[in-house]
């Protein structure tokens, strides 16, 4: 169940009430009794880690790691291969140009 904040808008007041979220807003003030109470737009709450660590489960596992290096190594090696096939292509364009000259 959330947290909502309210103010009322004749006396001041604030204070939050924990209620569901099908539960209509509350509209009478408890401190001067007037129907003047507004629920506040809160931020939410934010995740907070605490401790010394994380669980294991957290992080991917060692043969994840392991693949995704292969395949990182893998695609530069590909790589590499098809800049030196770019050039041997060029080179022998540039040849068959100057043969035709």
Known sequence: MPTYEYICENC??????LQSISANPIRKCNECGKMKLKRLI????GIIFKGSGFYE??????????????????????????????KYTKSKKESKTNVKK
């Open 42 to 45: 809160g931020a939410g709450a």
């Open 12 to 17: 001041g007041c604030e204070f939050e009430k």
């Open 57 to 86: 489960t957290d992080y991917r596992s060692k043969s994840y790691k392991e693949a995704e290096k292969n395949e990182k190594e893998e695609s530069t090696n590909t790589k590499a291969d098809t800049k030196s096939e770019k």
